[in-house]
């Protein structure tokens, strides 16, 4: 058995922001932000729901996706940088929510690379046989973050979650190579300093549009697979440019590659979760396709899966 995707789920607010908003907060313009960053809009959550909540409700999602109830969840693994607290994890809050009183809870720290950081860390513990069922969940409330006076970031961010139960499937599905990798020298672009993140937006974008490509290219190549053999393209929703370096890379159509970003701009380590779900819904994603996930973030962290779809 290999470890793969049984079950995946999301949980966006409703409550919209869109660039029309933000152009009456701060100095900026529709036009500016859509052609810079490909944003047309994002969710934000109210101030009564915190990161847990959308955790939560994520995770519920994907355990029913997968047909498992919370006690079969051996793991819990939360990536997030916008706990609820400081402690406990936000992996604790929902393990208890959930019911999943089997669960071993924590949180990872990896930005929007911690998504892809979860499934690898899943698939270490289910290759070696010491869990069976775990559940992977991205989730953010950036907007408690923001300094929204500051028009290089407000205009980025948004709030969402999406979740994955990552489980033991066929041999010749699941994750079939990985890629990840840290850069603290890069730690001073994307930082969050008292209250507010801050971001060097050019130095981050110079990162990601080399390693993005880079990333979703080994592995390919650790795989055993060829570009020509990758069906679709999951990257983080950042921003529409990085994104496109990275499909272009690959030698992919503009029709094999999620983009959400428009809806709901950068949810930081929910992005790529998101992502997966709505392109399944909308039948980009079909049992058998080989997809590369590939992601970035602060630290400087990055990361990269390609995956087999299927049980």
């Not at 793991?75 to 393990?95: E, K, R, W």
């Not at 869990?131 to 969940?137: D, F, G, R, S, T």
């Not at 110079?206 to 990333?215: G, H, I, L, Y």
């Not at 997809?291 to 970035?296: K, P, R, S």
Request: contains cysteine; negative net charge.
């Amino acid at each position: 058995m290999n470890a793969g995707v049984i079950g995946i789920g999301r949980y966006v607010p409703e409550r919209v922001m869109t660039n029309a908003d933000l152009e009456k907060m701060v100095d900026t313009s529709d036009e500016w932000i859509r052609t810079r960053t490909g944003i047309e809009e994002r969710r934000i959550a109210e101030n009564d729901m915190d990161t847990s909540h959308m955790a939560e409700r994520a995770g519920k999602e994907a355990l029913r996706d997968a047909g498992l109830d919370a006690s079969d969840i051996d793991l819990i693994l939360v990536a997030t940088v916008t706990g609820d607290y400081g402690f406990p994890s936000v992996a604790c809050l929902i393990q208890e929510r959930l019911g999943a009183t089997n669960a071993v809870a924590m949180d990872i720290s990896a930005a929007c690379a911690g998504f892809i950081y979860g499934m690898i860390t899943a698939k270490q513990y289910i290759d070696t046989d010491t869990y069976k069922n775990v559940l992977v969940i991205g989730v953010e409330k950036l907007s408690k973050i923001t300094d929204w006076e500051d028009r290089n970031t407000a205009v980025l961010f948004g709030d969402g979650a999406g979740a994955a139960v990552i489980a033991p499937v066929d041999d010749d599905k699941g994750i079939l190579s990985f890629d990840m990798g840290s850069d603290g020298s890069g730690a001073k672009y994307l930082y969050q300093n008292g209250d507010h993140l801050y971001m060097n937006g050019r130095e981050v974008f110079k990162f990601a549009v080399r390693q993005m490509p880079e990333s979703s290219m080994k592995v390919v190549e650790k795989a055993g697979l060829k570009k020509e053999d990758v069906d679709f393209l999951i990257p983080h929703q950042a921003n529409i440019r990085i994104m496109e370096a990275a499909r272009e890379r690959l030698g992919l159509p503009q029709e094999k590659m999620a983009s959400t970003v428009a809806k709901y701009g950068n949810t930081s380590s929910s992005s790529i979760p998101i992502a997966l779900v709505e392109a399944r819904e909308s039948g980009k994603v079909k049992d058998g396709d080989v997809l590369v996930l590939v992601g970035f973030g602060g630290g400087l962290t990055w990361g990269a899966v390609a995956l087999r779809w299927g049980k």
